[in-house]
């Protein structure tokens, strides 16, 4: 398997780093507007100082309710694997370091099951993010993705292979997979793919794609 599946998606795997946080930076503007936000400002790729040293932020947002200021530190990962607890506890840190009230990260490729726990916990709200669509999963902006009985993205990390095996072959420097299968992968994804049209309405490509 060459590359991860989250790249075959049309859009936002087909865009740079730098692209795709202004495609974040742009599902939020949309959202600040449908909510009608007070004196809503929001930046890319921004340098903030706190007491305990300085903090680039990919997305960076203000605005006022009921009278109040708040902050918003947006992360947006373009990763080829679910974003790990780790880069959840990060921006927990910046939230409290630069005294936000608000954190979000969007990822391309899910989040693992560590993640989304300690997102809850700590009221950090995540998206996964289908070619242009942003769907909700941790409780603190949405529903909860495991409010879905058949949620296609608790479906791959519940059924993915616990372990990968390679082989190397005497003319060749790049190994092959050998476990999971191809017919393993392509069929994990294929309901995968039947899960997001039922569930959120998204046509996904078809797996068999994605050994080409």
């Not at 305990?52 to 918003?72: H, N, S």
């Not at 009230?101 to 989304?116: P, V, Y």
């Not at 993205?153 to 190397?168: A, L, T």
Request: net charge negative; hydrophobic share 35%.
């Amino acid at each position: 398997m060459n590359k991860d599946y989250e790249d075959t998606q049309d859009y936002v795997c087909s865009i740079s780093a730098t692209e795709f946080e202004e495609f974040c930076l742009e599902r939020l503007k949309d959202y600040a507007k449908m909510k009608r936000w007070q004196d809503f400002n929001i930046t890319h790729n921004v340098k903030l100082q706190a007491h305990d040293g300085t903090y680039q932020i990919d997305v960076y947002a203000t605005f006022r309710f009921m009278e109040l200021d708040f902050k918003v530190l947006c992360e947006c990962k373009q990763f080829k694997s679910p974003v790990k607890r780790d880069v959840v506890a990060l921006l927990d840190g910046k939230i409290r370091s630069l005294g936000a009230q608000k954190g979000i990260i969007c990822s391309t490729s899910g989040f693992q099951k560590g993640a989304i726990k300690y997102a809850k916990e700590h009221g950090i709200a995540l998206f996964q993010v289908y070619d242009k669509n942003c769907i909700p999963v941790s409780h603190s902006c949405g529903p909860d993705a495991e409010e879905f009985a058949d949620d296609p993205i608790k479906y791959i990390e519940d059924h993915w292979p616990e372990y990968c095996v390679k082989c190397f072959e005497t003319d060749s420097d790049v190994p092959i997979t050998i476990y999971p299968t191809k017919d393993m992968i392509n069929e994990i994804y294929r309901e995968h793919n039947r899960l997001m049209k039922k569930v959120y309405g998204i046509d996904m490509p078809d797996p068999d794609s994605f050994f080409e």
